[in-house]
Nanobody, 128 residues
Framework: QVQLVESGGGLVQAGGSLRLSCAAS????????MGWFRQAPGKEREFVVS????????YYADSVKGRFTISRDNAKNTVFLQMNSLKPEDTAVYYC?????????????????????WGQGTQVTVSS
């Protein structure tokens, strides 16, 4: 069994900041990439950002570029998401995901089906 547990969500006013964490536990797997997705009620899950584990290559959704920053701790199988200048439209449940399959060199996964394990989600609410 593999578990990914997110933490750090909460309520914040527009313009504020939050830092999310996601740590893997349970059955050991080799991590090739980790990323963040988000989903609002009644809407589809959307890609936010991801990072490759060995090279640290990143890919950001246009909606968060310049405001969010992803980072990782390879030894602890943990990924972080620093969220600055938050907007009400950032309100959603944020999910972390991990890829356990090899990647083509230089490729950063961005689709849901390109990830293998998912966390339970953490709520982020931004008020105006």
């Amino acid at each position: 069994q593999v578990q990914l547990v997110e933490s750090g969500g909460g309520l914040v006013q527009a313009g504020g900041s939050l830092r999310l964490s996601c740590a893997a536990s349970g059955r050991t797997f080799r991590t090739y990439a980790m990323g963040w997705f988000r989903q609002a009620p009644g809407k589809e899950r959307e890609f936010v950002v991801s990072i490759t584990w060995s090279g640290g290559r990143t890919y950001y959704a246009d909606s968060v570029k310049g405001r969010f920053t992803i980072s990782r701790d390879n030894a602890k199988n943990t990924v972080f998401l620093q969220m600055n200048s938050l907007k009400p439209e950032d309100t959603a449940v944020y999910y972390c995901a991990a890829r356990a399959r090899p990647l083509y060199s230089g490729y950063v996964p961005v689709k849901s089906y390109e990830f293998d394990y998912w966390g339970q989600g953490t709520q982020v609410t931004v008020s105006s």
